[in-house]
């Protein structure tokens, strides 16, 4: 359950938003946008094995070494009339 305590001289709006920020952090809005409709079991294990392979190949790209060397690209310039 999430809770924000009203600082000292702090107003009523940034306390909602520092709520709203926990809110976002802690998952309170997916939850409740997936509980929203009725998923089939099989749509939702199909679902969570893309999102696992997602996942995985971010974190393979995240832990690959890089190679080679990036060079700036260069446009090639017109000469100018002189």
Known sequence: MIKVQIRPNESLEAALRRFK???????????????????KRS????RERRERLRNIQKATRKNQPRTGVRRKRTMARKPRPS
């Open 43 to 46: 749509d939702k294990r199909r």
């Open 21 to 39: 920020r926990q809110c976002n952090y802690g998952g309170v809005f997916r939850l409740a946008k997936a509980n929203t409709w009725h998923e």
